[in-house]
């Protein structure tokens, strides 16, 4: 599930703004917040896509406020499972769909990304007492150029909040 507080979407220059969203955990997971991001913009070169068929975004700002990273009893992790969706594939695309989505290129020229907190609930010893632990991962304006993956920013996002906590060694 996921929330969007608000949505502005201006035509005349091809810019798409997001505030207040929010991605929640399954519904299996006790700790129901995952991605809390205040803030999230992108600027589009629509003419490329009717040139080239190129997917071209000029710029994209990735603020998130925090990233709850949660562990159940089983071992697995929201984040194990948000790195497995970018490898599903719906079967409910139609052929045509996915031949389209092949011939269609994704550039990235620039993705500038804020990362304030990242939240580590362990519920590893049992749903009754987790053990809770945050961290001020200190991303301040980190910028990747020329993404032709989207699922790089994930990539992205994922690797960060390893790096500047101590969640990697968990």
Do not use: C, W
């Not at 502005?8 to 700790?31: G, W």
């Not at 990273?69 to 594939?89: C, F, Y």
């Not at 409910?92 to 020229?109: G, M, N, P, W």
């Amino acid at each position: 599930k996921a929330s969007i507080g608000d949505l502005d979407i201006n035509p005349f220059q091809a810019s798409l703004a997001i505030h207040d969203f929010r991605l929640f955990n399954p519904d299996t997971f006790p700790e129901p917040s995952f991605l809390d991001i205040p803030y999230m913009s992108a600027k589009f070169r629509v003419a490329d896509f009717f040139k080239r068929k190129i997917i071209h975004i000029e710029k994209i700002q990735l603020q998130i406020k925090q990233v709850s990273v949660v562990r159940m009893p089983d071992g697995v992790t929201n984040l194990s499972l948000l790195r497995a969706l970018k490898k599903i594939e719906p079967s409910s695309i139609s052929a045509q769909a996915r031949e389209a989505k092949d011939q269609t290129t994704v550039l990235i020229d620039e993705l500038r990304l804020t990362l304030g907190t990242v939240q580590y609930i362990d519920f590893s010893k049992g749903v009754e007492s987790p053990s809770r632990i945050q961290f001020d991962a200190g991303v301040a304006d980190k910028t990747m150029r020329n993404i032709t993956d989207p699922g790089a920013i994930i990539a992205m996002v994922v690797l960060q909040v390893s790096y500047h906590s101590t969640i990697g060694n968990l």
